[in-house]
C-alpha cells in the first residue's frame, strides 16, 4: 500500500508544471522571405524550485535566441526572444523550434520545453543554396547566388565573412537573368582554418530598408593537419607583385624535399630547389602576356619528409580592396 502511495506521488510530482510558456508555439502569418522574424516567449517557473535554464538547441542555424535571464526562482519569468533569419528559408510554410532544456533544483536530470514559430514565407530575395558546407582541405570553394526577383536589386555595400577562416569574393555585379537578378559570391575554406568543425557565416550589408544584413550560413569542417606549412599559407596577390616568395617548414624540422609542382593557372609558374632543404623557398611568377585568373591553387607534391600534396591558394587583389591582413610574401 505505501509502496503505491509513493509511486504515485512521484508520478504526481513529475507532472507538475515547471518552466511553461503560454503559448509555447505561435504563427506568424505570411511574410515575405528576407527579412528577419522575431518574437519574444516569456517562460515562467511554474515550480516550489529554483529552475536554471542550461542549454538552448535551435532547430537550424537560421535561429538565433537571446535570454534575459537563466536562474528563475519560483513564480519568476524570463524573456526569451527568438530571431530567424528568412533570407536562407524555403519559400511556402516553415516550423522552427528552440528547445529549452532546464534543469529543477534537487533533482539530477533535465527537463526539456519545445518553443515554435511558424510562417508561410513567400519569396522576393533568395539564396541558392541556402546553406553551404565546406569539408576537407583549404581552398575548398563553391558559389552561391543571391536573388532578387524586385525591379530593381538591392544596392550592396559589403560583403564580410564571419572569420579569417572563410574568404569571400563579390563578382562585382547584378546579371538579368528572366524576371530576376542574379549576383554571384565565391566562397572559400582559408589556410587560416584550423581543424575541427566550424561555423560561420557571410554577412552581405546593403542599403535597402528591408535587407540591411543578409547572412549565409556556411559550416566548414578541416579534416586534415599539414605537418608540412607554407609561409604565407595563401598568397594575396597585388598588381605590383612581379614575384611572390613562399616558405616551406616542417613542424618537426626536417628537411624537405618537393618532387613537383603545378599550377591551375597557366599564367602563373613556380621554381623550386631540385634538392632537400629546412627551409625551401618556392618562386611564383606571372606570365607578362596572360591575365591571371581572381582564385587558383598551386599544388605542392612533397617526397619528403612525407609522399603529400601542399595546397596554397591565391587570391588576386586590387591595391584598393587589399586590406593586408595576411602576409603577401616578396615582391
Not at 58 to 70: D, E, M, N, T, Y
Not at 129 to 151: C, E
Request: aromatic letters at 4%; hydrophobic letters at 35%; charged letters at 25%.
Amino acid at each position: 500500500m505505501n509502496g503505491v502511495l509513493i509511486c504515485t506521488a512521484a508520478c504526481f510530482l513529475t507532472a507538475i508544471p515547471r518552466l511553461t510558456c503560454d503559448p509555447p508555439a505561435v504563427n506568424l502569418g505570411k511574410l515575405r522571405s528576407g527579412p528577419a522574424i522575431s518574437h519574444r516567449f516569456t517562460l515562467i517557473n511554474r515550480s516550489e524550485a529554483e529552475v536554471r535554464i542550461v542549454h538552448l538547441r535551435p532547430s537550424c542555424g537560421c535561429l538565433a535566441s537571446r535570454l534575459s535571464g537563466k536562474i528563475l526562482k519560483p513564480g519568476d519569468a524570463i524573456d526569451l526572444v527568438v530571431q530567424v533569419n528568412t533570407i536562407s528559408q524555403p519559400e511556402g510554410v516553415n516550423l522552427w523550434t528552440t528547445t529549452v532544456f532546464y534543469r529543477v533544483a534537487g533533482l539530477d536530470t533535465d527537463h526539456s520545453l519545445d518553443l515554435q514559430i511558424r510562417a508561410e514565407l513567400t519569396r522576393e530575395v533568395a539564396i541558392q543554396p541556402a546553406t553551404v558546407s565546406l569539408s576537407g582541405k583549404p581552398g575548398l570553394a563553391h558559389a552561391v547566388q543571391l536573388i532578387d526577383r524586385r525591379t530593381s536589386p538591392m544596392e550592396i555595400l559589403n560583403v564580410n565573412p564571419s572569420s579569417s577562416r572563410l574568404k569571400v569574393r563579390d563578382e562585382g555585379s547584378w546579371q538579368r537573368a528572366e524576371a530576376e537578378w542574379v549576383r554571384t559570391f565565391h566562397l572559400r575554406m582559408s589556410a587560416d582554418c584550423p581543424p575541427g568543425r566550424h561555423d560561420d557565416f557571410i554577412q552581405i550589408v546593403a542599403r535597402d530598408p528591408d535587407y540591411r544584413d543578409v547572412r549565409i550560413p556556411v559550416t566548414l569542417n578541416r579534416t586534415d593537419r599539414q605537418r608540412v606549412v607554407a609561409s604565407p599559407p595563401e598568397v594575396l596577390w597585388t598588381a605590383r607583385h612581379n614575384e611572390f616568395r613562399v616558405i616551406l617548414h616542417d613542424r618537426d624540422d626536417q628537411p624537405i624535399e618537393i618532387e613537383g609542382i603545378w599550377s591551375d593557372d597557366p599564367a602563373i609558374m613556380a621554381r623550386y630547389p631540385s634538392v632537400a632543404q629546412r627551409r625551401p623557398t618556392i618562386q611564383l611568377g606571372r606570365l607578362s602576356d596572360q591575365q591571371p585568373r581572381p582564385w587558383s591553387l598551386i599544388r605542392v607534391q612533397l617526397r619528403q619528409p612525407e609522399r603529400k600534396t601542399l595546397v596554397i591558394p591565391i587570391t588576386i587583389v586590387s591595391e584598393d580592396n587589399f586590406s593586408g591582413s595576411a602576409p603577401r610574401g616578396g615582391e
